[in-house]
């Protein structure tokens, strides 16, 4: 397993067109036998979040309204042209249409293939999230230090 | 051939400044004697369309539409401070007053210099468009495996 | 010297979160004793700018008034929910409040750390901009193939 080829991901954004690359780069990076790992931080906490509409978490009012206004999974705008949520709900059925695999389908493929989820831990801090506030899926909470160990030696992208 | 240092990029985003970086850095690569990869996906796409401006392709209605929203190379928006297309155009000319090179202008060295071209095939689905909807120069239309295989072993990089 | 890992970020964005997000792993990256390699361009410009609010820099009309609209490190947007630079403010404010570093904090740790920082000859041209506008951090203004040949080797960042 040492010498299994990487490829990471920091999950910044939590833009609906930039999850649906993300996550077919993991799916098709798992397929291929790497070992994936993706880091979510700041707004791509909107997509492993448990509640995946617009409901606030977070232990303070700040931070309840701040992750109110991101909402979740449910609810990721597009990058551009977005138009008030209704494009992403558009492009989710053209994707449909075609047979392309969705957000939705995209994320339970990648963990199936044994994708690594982490949730980043300074940006949980500031908007008040904790593990118990995302899918069961993520693997930990870890810190920017613990990721960079993570990723070295392989190939990582900033999404 | 083989030893060839790689440079890839995923160019997602379709703003006319990240097109500008995108290229300089391809185009800078490949006078550096990098074998270097461009994967053009979503609003990237526009970029290598053959119609230029906004006029629908793909086919079905809704592809169309969306086409004819994304626009084409000569209507990149800007990333920020876009002002409907006033700023690109603006930028355009404060670089060609300097001497740097334009967007069309280092396509057209990266081209020149050996940049491999290539587009996504799932967001091609998606947008229902296909090879003879793009510029000659794009080598093929290759899915996200095989781009993966392609920049193994180099720098890549997500725009 | 030579054999200490490199870690390097294009700083394309001058997003309030994703300078955010580039020092943080800058700092991190530096602390973990990584050769840490940060090339500001475009917007990025604004983060390195002396001028640190909106004030018109550069050498011509268009330039000065592009640098005005661009401002500096003290308006910095969100990428989301900016709401007029209310949320940056927010955001400040709920790291403070949660003892996270702020942009500020993250950019003077980063330096300390011995973090290198260059600004993007070419962006400079087109903005009118030159080494005196800058932080006088910035170690020089260099073009993309020095900064490719910087990070060569190393694992590098489009943020």
């Known amino acids: 397993m040492a010498n299994k080829k990487k490829f990471s991901i920091i999950v910044f954004s939590g833009d609906y067109d930039k999850a649906f690359a993300a996550f077919t780069l993991a ?5 291929l036998n790497y070992e994936v790992n993706l880091f979510f931080t700041f707004f ?10 617009h409901k606030g978490l977070g232990d303070g009012f700040l931070s309840r309204f701040f992750n109110f206004l991101m909402g979740g999974r449910n609810n990721l705008p597009l990058s551009r042209l977005n138009f008030g949520g209704l494009s992403p ?3 989710g059925g053209l994707a449909k249409k075609r047979n ?6 995209l994320i339970d493929a990648s963990i199936k293939l044994g994708v ?4 980043c831990e ?3 801090v500031i908007l008040g999230l904790n593990k118990d506030d995302y899918i069961p899926e993520i693997k930990s909470v870890i810190g920017v230090a613990s990721f960079l160990e993570l990723q070295e030696g392989g190939q990582t992208l900033f999404i």
Chains 1, 2, 3 share one sequence.
């Open 27 to 31: 799916s098709g990076a798992a397929a």
């Open 44 to 53: 791509g906490l909107n997509i492993i979040k448990k509640q995946r509409g």
């Open 89 to 91: 709900i558009l492009l």
């Open 100 to 105: 392309v695999a969705s957000v939705d389908e």
């Open 116 to 119: 690594n989820l982490y949730a």
């Open 122 to 124: 300074t940006a949980g």
